[in-house]
């Protein structure tokens, strides 16, 4: 007896570029249904002036993929690559290699934040990785 694969799971990457907006979220991506993501990283493109802590997280958790940022960090300053950045979609807290995705059964958002004092607002390339299921 053979069996085929009742959907296909497809990898994607895509790349944002988002301006930060004060202190209020910024939605990047609709997620669909039936996504996981693997990993987000957020690289700066234009650094803010003034202080301003960056987060990315969806409808269920603000910082589930990045904890913490610096959006006056200098152009090209990457988040996400290290396990003190990662949120606890990605990360389990034990070691490094202790990874962790998020699947997603219903549409949510991914959203940007950053709570401070920007004086001047960042520009910031989100890369968000994952998988995709397809019908066959």
């Known amino acids: 007896m053979t069996t085929t694969p009742k959907q296909t799971l497809k990898p994607f ?7 930060t907006s004060g202190t209020d979220s910024v939605a990047i991506w609709s ?6 993501i ?8 234009t650094a803010g002036s003034g202080s301003g802590n960056l987060t990315i997280g969806d409808d269920d958790d603000p910082d589930g993929y990045i904890l913490a940022g610096d959006a006056t960090a200098a152009a090209d300053t990457i988040y996400g690559d290290t396990p003190e950045e990662l949120g606890a979609y990605l990360y389990m807290g034990v070691s490094y290699h202790s990874e962790k995705w998020k699947q997603y059964t219903s549409a949510k ?4 934040d950053c709570s ?15 998988y995709r299921y397809y019908e066959d």
């Open 109 to 112: 958002t991914l959203y940007i």
């Open 13 to 19: 990457a895509e790349i944002f570029e988002i301006d």
């Open 31 to 36: 997620i669909p249904a039936g996504t996981i």
């Open 38 to 45: 693997t990993r987000v990283l957020a690289k700066i493109k």
């Open 116 to 130: 401070g004092a920007l004086t001047t607002e960042a520009t910031v390339d989100v890369f968000v990785f994952g």
